[in-house]
């Protein structure tokens, strides 16, 4: 069976656009409103949907994700939650990759072999850890490949020519680079230095290089977009969800706000 | 008591662990996002160019002698020795240290290390702020540029430290996310790495992290162990029976114990911070309550919840106070290399104040635990036991916070 990220990006070469992947986290600010939301981003624009999979301890993200973190837990979130919530999108939309990104430890007191196979039931396609490198990942190469889910991999500022060579050579789906030294949603990324960056990755790999972390604005994905094959935008959309928590009809009201931000980023794909 | 701990009889070679990917046993590792990865690495190739350096070592030993004041006294307890029947205990004066704990040997070996990479800029996390002030006190001495993570809640408990810091010209950064604790000091302390890895050198004040700073930080801190074993043998001519030392992450113990791991014979317990009793809420016993799992880099036993969000750990002790544990401990553990005991807040206070007492030391609340332990089981010892115990810590910093719990007004 084909996954779904592979057919997404033969599906966007032919029609000549690039990826807008939208980073949202499950269970923020409540079960419901986040269902709403996702289900909602596929025809605000969103190619590819990154549902993070909140952790107490989310070491390599900004203020605006450690918050939506904290709301999600606190609203009662967990693994067999998002699996459900990725169950009743795909009811409705079943060619939509859906990535699940998140750290390592709550996936491993889930279970390995119930995680993947969840996973899998449920139409995840693709995973990031981010705290698990490809020095760690044995540990679940084995599920990857059985359960045709992609372990996606990042690449950063600090990831040297041998490192992007074996890093590229075991992944699948695309590559993630990190375009800034840096955590999520915080320090703005240098169009010039990540534009030499991809290049760097794209003589190595045949792979889509996806460019993330900084990136809130059209401008931004229209300059990221002309050397790469495409954007991850995450705090700035959570960054929504955070300035309408008191609104009435709050989910209404939220996903047309991410709607209309979406359509502008998008038509910049 | 000596007959209640099972003695060692596998065959493990503890000089060899870690391996080479860093781990003890299926414990330890290296899980961290990619862009620290490259530096990691550097870090574990350095140190090992270091660690075979003569250079290294000459300043190394130079600045424990003289500016630490190394070698800390192996002191013979003799009036707490009768409290417990008679068995012998010995106390490794590492409160006697420059800064006031053992701390300060980590920080000079990884500031040292640091120099040698040509990093300007240093990074660190404090709970209690005893590493806190120790890094500060050893990037004045170099002219290094010091931050200091601590949580709000620490902040609070610990001002004489905050100040302390201050002097020395480090900056605090009041950590606010999660807990406000040392966790999520740490948390923020591995943002600022992630944020500035060309400049920048993260000191970790434990035996935790990602590899190689388990090893690095118990290398660095084994001069304990190295002194006490020179230092018994000469006093007393034999190996001890016993060692004790308190857990948090657990630098102070492996610095005691691993010198002594290979030799079979000599018992040893680590004693964890029970806080307000091990079958409630609130204590720091991640290897007793634990579960094995992945935070800050390692694999290793911590205080969680079933869908393995990380708990909130609780001690009288802000140095205890941290829901993992080195990875080393975590393996020591499941092998039965080590005992693994607790003491609650109430019992380590009572040692602390029989320690003040009966000796004219004044400990820190954090081994007033591994002293409580020796109480609690006093009637199992006889007067043949030879015990060392770390004392690895002065209680000055405590003060505060004890005469509160006290209910008296300083």
């Not at chain 1, 309408?244 to 991410?258: F, H």
């Amino acid at each position: 069976m084909q996954n779904r990220i592979e057919k997404k990006f033969f599906d966007l070469e032919t029609k000549k656009e690039k990826a807008l992947i939208c980073f949202v986290t499950s269970g923020d600010p409540d079960l419901k409103t986040s269902q709403k939301i996702i289900n909602a981003l596929p025809k605000s624009g969103a190619d590819i949907i990154e549902i993070g999979m909140p952790f107490s301890d989310p070491m390599a993200d900004g203020p605006t994700i450690q918050r939506s973190s904290l709301r999600a837990i606190q609203s009662g979130i967990n693994l067999k939650k998002t699996f459900n919530i990725v169950k009743e999108f795909r009811k409705k939309d079943t060619s939509t990759p859906i990535i699940l990104m998140g750290y390592f430890n709550p996936i491993f007191q889930f279970g390995l072999t119930k995680f993947f196979s969840e996973g899998s039931k449920n139409g995840v396609d693709g995973l990031i850890i981010v705290d698990l490198p490809p020095e760690e990942d044995k540990l679940i190469n084995n599920y990857t490949k059985k359960f045709n889910i992609h372990n996606i991999r990042l690449l950063t500022p600090t990831t040297n020519k041998k490192r992007i060579g074996t890093i590229s050579k075991s992944s699948k789906g695309f590559l993630y680079y990190v375009s800034i030294m840096g955590i999520t949603g915080t320090k703005r990324p240098s169009i010039n230095s990540v534009k030499m960056s991809v290049g760097k990755i794209k003589k190595i790999t045949n792979l889509p290089v996806i460019v993330g972390f900084g990136i809130n604005n059209p401008r931004q994905v229209a300059q990221m977009n002309s050397f790469s094959d495409g954007c991850v935008v995450g705090s700035a959309i959570v960054k929504i969800i955070e300035e309408n928590l008191d609104t009435k009809n709050k989910a209404t009201k939220i996903t047309k706000k991410i709607n209309d931000f979406l359509k502008k980023l998008k038509k910049k794909c | 008591m000596l007959k209640k701990i099972s003695s060692f009889n596998k065959k493990v070679n503890f000089e060899k662990f870690p391996d080479k990917f860093g781990r003890f046993g299926k414990f330890g590792g290296r899980f961290v996002a990619e862009t620290l990865m490259p530096l990691l690495l550097e870090v574990e190739k350095e140190y090992k160019i270091a660690k075979k350096s003569k250079e290294f070592k000459k300043n190394l030993d130079y600045y424990f002698k003289n500016y630490v004041g190394r070698p800390s006294p192996l002191y013979f307890a003799s009036r707490i020795s009768e409290r417990l029947n008679n068995a012998k205990i010995y106390f490794k004066r590492d409160e006697l240290n420059h800064t006031g704990a053992h701390k300060i040997n980590n920080c000079i070996g990884q500031i040292l290390l640091a120099k040698r990479m040509g990093k300007k800029r240093i990074v660190a996390e404090t709970g209690a702020g005893q590493h806190g002030l120790a890094t500060a006190t050893v990037c004045a001495l170099f002219n290094l540029k010091c931050i200091v993570y601590m949580g709000e809640t620490d902040i609070k408990r610990q001002a004489p430290n905050v100040f302390k810091m201050k002097l020395l010209g480090a900056e605090i950064r009041s950590v606010k996310s999660g807990t406000a604790t040392l966790k999520d000091a740490m948390n923020e302390a591995l943002r600022d790495w992630v944020s500035n890895v060309s400049d920048t050198f993260y000191v970790i004040g434990t035996v935790a992290g990602p590899h190689p700073y388990p090893m690095m930080v118990r290398d660095f801190q084994s001069i304990i162990g190295i002194e006490a074993k020179k230092q018994i043998l000469k006093s007393e001519k034999r190996m001890p029976d016993l060692l004790i030392a308190c857990i948090g992450g657990g630098s102070n113990a492996l610095g005691l114990f691993y010198p002594f791991l290979n030799c079979e014979k000599v018992k040893i317990v680590g004693v964890e911070a029970g806080g307000k009793g091990i079958n409630t809420d609130k204590h720091a016993a991640s290897l007793s309550k634990g579960k094995p799992g992945y935070l800050h880099g390692n694999h290793t036993y911590l205080l969680q919840d079933k869908d393995g969000q990380i708990l909130d750990a609780h001690s009288i002790s802000a140095g205890l106070d941290y829901p993992g544990i080195g990875p080393e401990h975590s393996w020591l553990k499941e092998i039965g290399r080590v005992k693994y005991v607790n003491a609650t807040d109430k019992e380590a206070l009572n040692a602390f104040k029989l320690c003040c007492k009966l000796e004219g030391i004044i400990p820190a609340l954090e081994p007033s635990h591994a002293l409580a332990y020796l109480l609690k089981n006093a009637k199992n010892f006889n007067k043949n036991d030879l015990i060392i115990m770390n004392m690895c810590g002065r209680g000055d910093k405590d003060i505060y916070s004890i005469s509160n719990y006290l209910g008296v007004n300083l």
